[in-house]
């Protein structure tokens, strides 16, 4: 079932009702996408798979959603991540942006907002693979 | 000096009325009234938006959004009293029991206000799942919000339940057979068998040995007495089933606990007994714990429903959960009740019917059915012989089985998900719904939608992206364009309604309709609305669709994404059911949904009515509303009341337009003198209110023909706030102005609509500002009125910066200079007389260009010509 030319992504957040939106939405556009609501079992799933697109909160219990990120940007520096978050503050804004995140979305988001970020990183990364 | 400053200097010059507040401090008080009141409908109407699908939310964002709302409230009532002497200290309490309302919410625990012990189907809805059990908030739900018809009864609630173990005392005894199943494991050895056994039947014995909650018989009693007058009849039979708290939702408990069936009322308490026990034999607690519920979780309500002596019945399958690909409704049948057949005891006729209008059945097989399971007249059920005759012929006609598919596939639609139903057919042929759940559909099925892309890619597209998406949803079915009433008589059932235009009239086929979709149209008209009502897959304003569809063409809506497809693409319906949940079901939609209730509906419209009092302000809105008429009203009081030897009592204006308008001036801003009870426009001198005066009165703007609608009510509000004559100050208070030279604060309310505009106009630049506040206060304030968005696209070309959230629409302009200040003031004026009865007339967004246009031509005479605006002037 898995389809190599199709773009992967993974979401990370705590909040069940945030997976269980982006993973159709994400579908239907076309994306093979994983849900994870524990940083724990996202961290081991990184580190056996290979994401193009990373999409996590930040603010979760256990793993912090910077530490998570950093991980996935050490182990593929080509994987984009985008950051999705209730708490914004412009500190831990321009910490992930020092860490490479590709952009930053503040809760609650439009679906529709976070497709278009979705494809613009996947261009990014189909760029960078050409 | 800023702008605060100069007005405190002004009102300085004003002698204190009152020793402890001065009018300055007051209206400072009002001004803080005003800008707290537009932060709290901002918040409500952007909540409102969350509801619509096309945001992510979580819980975190409903707890801050209700905290912060609370916040403002507080402050707002607080601002009222100061201003008011705290006359409604009251409001604090209205507040303090919807805040609770609200907390405990967002705290999980579910607020249901004295949950009764029994509560009537009629008044149970899915949101009461938890006092009610699924099947019974599923049945409530099918007959109340989609008006299908079900059994009468009621649903003997959770509630009950737990007083009933109280009664019993059985804690101590459950948790002992919780801790004995934790230490048996998996070890389920003879011996542990009998123990639990031995165990459970104790519980069973206690419950079902007659020891009732007092309350609970004469409820059980009440309850009885209501439905068997109701039905005429002396003596009534029930269906008396089990609905626990998880059962017929994600886990079907199937044939775990106990159902009775033609049980007459007066033994109707013990089968209620009986069935609560039924939940403590070993094999229900097994379950239970292998699902992984948790003993405190399990409650037991029980639904009790009229026995209907049914001719024929059976289940019903949306789909086929072996081939769902193909798109076939499952149905089996057998004569009199379905019971044995639910068991698998008896074998019953089978059918397989097109889930695609006009449903042709395309297989039907009929078995031999020697027996059938009859109601008993004394009551209880036995087998009986079917007739010869009978024996082998179908148990179901061709429209039998239709009517009965299509009233599946509509509750199907609403769930967004496929469906397991128990029906019957009554003596009378009439269908009543015995039971929906959730099919559980295969894995697998999910596993091929992986490919869901590839089709969508693949399907070829009509239309795309126009218009505007009423309810999300996707259909599937054959084009019928409605041009005429004669059509709605023929339009079939499972059609996809495409017209020129959204209209009441099409209301009455809409349950028929698998989706809608028109040229030109309102989203937030009578027909979106019941649309939404039963969830039924809308786009309007597509601006094409009688174009590009016509009748008898196949196609798929997808009013989710809003495309139309050529053909049936019925993978997107598959996957739209397969999502993992749906988001009209999800804890955090329904939590949001059930805080807005407390938040945004609006009881407290009229001022006259006796529940106009803190008393009668059921939500945040109501109590926004109170306030803000409160504090107008106060501030007309304390001019009036403090200075009636002053020039600055209330005055009212009187000009060739009737809208009832009290001026207080505070400093220079007209030139009436003392013991003038009226005023002219031409003695206004606040350079902002004499030229918004100038815009309101220019001719051809106040159009003075009524409007002719069908909206009746709607329209006689808005005469009668006009109506001047013998109109007190009190009555007409609603209307008032307060001006300074330089400044002025209007708040305006025609008919159900609001109005406020706050104007300060000076030589120097920096300080001017200009800001426009509009609420439609009729419609439903988190849909988008057309009115909003034509005052809203109005003042976006004449250099406001506007926010449109719902029915709010804010408009802010600053910094030009004086004359360009003045010609927005007068565009301003011209803005709410020409806008003040345009809902009506505004049916769709390509009429909105046009108003814009006629607005722009009329109003041109205002506009001076090559005006430098941000500079000095020249």
């Known amino acids: 079932m898995s389809d190599e030319s199709k773009t992967r992504i993974l979401v990370l957040d705590d909040e069940p009702i945030v997976c269980k939106r982006l993973k159709p939405a994400l579908e239907k556009a076309g994306f093979e996408v994983e849900t994870f609501t524990r940083s724990a079992k996202a961290m081991e799933r990184v580190a056996e798979q290979k994401f193009n697109i990373v999409i996590t909160d930040l603010k979760m219990e256990g793993v912090d959603g910077i530490q998570f990120l950093t991980r996935v940007k050490e182990q593929s520096p080509a994987t984009e991540v985008i950051v999705i978050t209730g708490f914004a503050t412009m500190d831990t804004a321009k910490e992930s942006y020092q860490k490479g995140v590709f952009d930053f979305i503040a809760k609650p988001f439009k679906l529709a907002a976070i497709l278009e970020v979705v494809k613009k990183a996947e261009q990014r990364v189909r760029a960078a693979q050409a | 000096m800023n702008i605060l400053d100069r007005l405190k200097s002004a009102f300085k010059a004003w002698r204190k009325p009152r020793p402890n507040y001065p009018f300055a401090f007051l209206f400072r008080k009002f001004q803080g009234v005003l800008e707290l009141n537009n932060a709290i409908l901002e918040r409500m109407a952007e909540m409102g938006a969350k509801l619509s699908g096309d945001y992510v939310f979580d819980k975190h964002y409903i707890e801050e959004a209700t905290e912060h709302l609370g916040d403002l409230v507080q402050k707002l009532i607080y601002e009222l009293n100061l201003l008011s002497d705290q006359k409604y200290i009251e409001l604090y309490s209205a507040f303090q029991r919807i805040q609770t309302g609200i907390q405990r919410e967002v705290a999980g625990e579910r607020w249901v206000p004295d949950v009764p012990y029994i509560l009537p189907l009629t008044a149970v809805n899915r949101d009461l799942s938890e006092e009610t059990g699924a099947k019974s908030a599923n049945l409530g739900e099918v007959k109340n919000a989609m008006g299908i018809a079900v059994a009468d009864g009621f649903a003997i609630t959770t509630r009950a339940f737990h007083d009933m173990l109280e009664h019993c ?206 109601v008993q007249p004394g009551g209880g059920v036995d087998w009986e012989t079917v007739p010869e005759a009978l024996q082998h012929r179908s148990c179901l006609s061709t429209l039998q089985l239709q009517e009965l598919v299509r009233t599946a596939l509509f509750i199907e639609r609403y769930y967004k998900r496929a469906q397991d139903i128990e029906w019957a057919f009554d003596e009378n042929a009439r269908l009543l719904l015995l039971q929906t759940r959730p099919l559980k559909l295969p894995k697998e099925l999910r596993r091929d939608l992986c490919r869901i892309a590839d089709v969508v890619e693949a399907a070829s597209v009509l239309i795309s992206g126009k218009g505007t998406v009423v309810q999300r949803g996707i259909a599937t079915g054959k084009v019928f364009v409605v041009r005429s009433d004669d059509d709605l008589l023929r339009f079939p059932h499972g059609a996809i309604l495409v017209t020129a235009q959204t209209a009441p009239r099409l209301a009455r086929v809409i349950r028929k309709a698998g989706g809608i979709i028109t040229d030109m149209g309102s989203a937030t008209g009578h027909m979106a609305t019941v649309a939404r009502e039963f969830r039924v897959p809308t786009v309007v304003d597509t601006g094409c669709a009688t174009r590009v569809l016509h009748n008898g063409d196949e196609i798929t809506l997808d009013a989710t994404e809003n495309v139309i497809y050529r053909g049936l693409v019925p993978e997107l319906c598959y996957f739209e059911m397969s999502e993992e949940e749906v988001f009209e079901e999800s804890l955090e939609y329904r939590l949001l949904r059930r805080i807005l209730r407390m938040i945004s509906p609006l009881n407290v419209l009229d001022r006259y009515s006796a529940t106009f009092a803190p008393s009668g302000c059921r939500t945040i809105h109501d109590i926004t509303r109170f306030v803000h008429e409160k504090a107008v009203e106060e501030l007309i009081r304390l001019s009036t009341a403090q200075s009636r030897r002053r020039s600055t009592a209330a005055k009212r204006l009187v000009m060739g337009i009737p809208l009832g308008l009290l001026v207080i001036d505070i400093d220079g801003g007209t030139t009436a003198t003392e013991g003038d009870r009226e005023l002219r426009p031409e003695q206004m001198t606040s350079t902002p209110m004499r030229a918004f005066l100038e815009g309101l009165r220019e001719p051809g703007l106040w159009g003075t023909e009524p409007v002719s609608v069908d909206f009746g009510s709607f329209m006689s509000s808005v005469t009668r706030t006009f109506s001047t004559a013998s109109a007190s100050p009190e009555e007409i208070g609603r209307n008032l102005a307060v001006v300074s030279r330089e400044y002025m604060n209007l708040n305006l309310r025609l008919g159900y609509h609001f109005n406020i505009i706050d104007a300060y106009v000076v030589e120097n630049i920096n300080d001017n500002y200009a800001y426009f506040r509009f609420l439609g206060g009729v419609s439903e304030f988190t849909r988008r009125s057309r009115r909003a968005r034509l005052i809203a696209e109005i003042l976006e070309r004449e250099g406001f910066r506007v926010e449109v959230r719902g029915d709010l629409v804010v408009g802010r302009i600053k910094k030009l200079n004086q004359e360009a200040m003045k010609t927005r003031m007068k565009l301003l004026g011209a803005l709410v007389a020409y806008t003040r009865q345009l809902d009506v007339q505004l049916e769709s967004d390509d009429q909105l260009s046009e108003f814009v246009e006629d607005f722009e031509r009329r109003s041109a005479v205002l506009k001076p010509i090559n005006l430098q605006e941000r500079g000095r002037q020249p």
């Open chain 2, 169 to 374: 005392k059985l804690a101590p005894a459950i948790d002992e057979v919780s801790r004995f199943i934790k230490e048996v494991g998996d070890d389920w050895t003879e011996t542990n068998e009998t123990r639990l056994d031995e165990l459970t039947r104790q519980i069973r014995a206690r419950l079902t040995a007659g020891w009732v909650p007092e309350p609970l018989t004469g409820a059980l009693h009440r309850a009885v007495y209501d439905l068997t007058r109701e039905a005429r009849k002396d003596q009534l039979f029930f269906a008396v089933r089990s609905s626990a708290t998880g059962e017929d939702s994600e886990y079907t408990f199937a044939g775990q606990h106990e159902s009775l069936l033609n049980v007459p009322s007066e033994q109707l308490l013990e089968a209620y007994c009986q069935v609560v026990a039924s939940a403590y034999t070993p094999g229900a607690w097994r379950y239970r714990v292998s699902k992984g519920f948790r003993e405190q979780e399990m409650a037991m309500a029980v639904c009790c429903q009229v026995m209907v002596p049914a001719r024929a019945s059976g289940v019903l399958y949306t789909m086929d959960p072996i081939a769902p690909e193909r798109d076939a409704v499952l149905v089996s049948a057998v004569w009199g009740l379905g019971g044995p057949l639910v068991a698998g005891a008896v074998q019953g006729d089978s059918y397989r019917v097109d889930r695609t209008a006009p449903h042709v059945v395309r297989t039907m097989k009929v078995v031999q059915k020697p027996r059938m399971l009859k």
